[in-house]
């Protein structure tokens, strides 16, 4: 099973950064791992900065906006943390998602729990939001909280998320394979039921069924052989738009996880809005875990 050490956390106190955290304290306590949440203070967001009259009155006004984030930070933990764990808390200055990225990879996190927007409610349609960025581009996988999952055990005192259902999304490609893996593991670690679904775009009609059973096939072969003859495995084939029916399907099986990996880090990838991976994370009805390469 995968090792899960040290989690970051971004927190920028909007609700979703609460629903994100729990999450966030949930996995801190099943793997016993290191939590460590993470305020950016975005500068260039602040207008009245622009107004410091000398540098000596700028660097007064921005550490100003530091000490007030380390102490939202602070109340903010204080507020929504149970006793089993203890965060570490950072406060820092820059752009969110490069500040976010930076520390993911200094700090070897082997996960981000982020909300899927903070304060700009137009995050959620507009391309370049800061968790598509940080999804896209992490050096681990980034499990992205919009809303909270059907029925997830999530008490005032202990925020306890357990999986029952988990929805591996494979579109066969190597970045799909490389989130099976934690799928697979997700499963094992919480004894959950795990369907890995694949979804057919348009094949024609007289050769539906031949496609359906092709892609089963294709599907079961991703099964690891010592895992087989579970029966919390299982696989299934839906046809139509990939997006539209991963949400169905996973509104429909009530899954509280969803694995899915992300295609690629070129400019022109980054630059396409509505992949799967990002509309799935905005409008489904649980937690996403994207994962690369």
Known sequence: MLQLNLILCPVDFSDFSVRAYRHALSLAKHYRAKLVALHVVELHRDPYLAFAASASLYDEACQALCDNGRQQLQEFVRAHTHKEVQPEMIVTMGVASDSILLLAQTNKADVIVMGTHGRRGFDRLVLGSVANRVMRTAPCPVLVVCKAPHDSVATREEHVHHLSRILFCADFSPDSEQALKYALSAREEYDAELTLLHVLEGPALDR?????????????????????????????????KAYQQIIEFAQQNQADLLAMGVRGRGALDVAVFGSTTYRVMQLGPCPVLAVHR
């Open 208 to 240: 539906k069924e031949e496609c359906i059973s092709a892609a089963t096939k294709k599907l079961e072969q991703l099964i690891p052989p010592e895992a087989c003859r579970s029966s919390k495995l299982m696989t299934a084939v839906r046809v139509g």
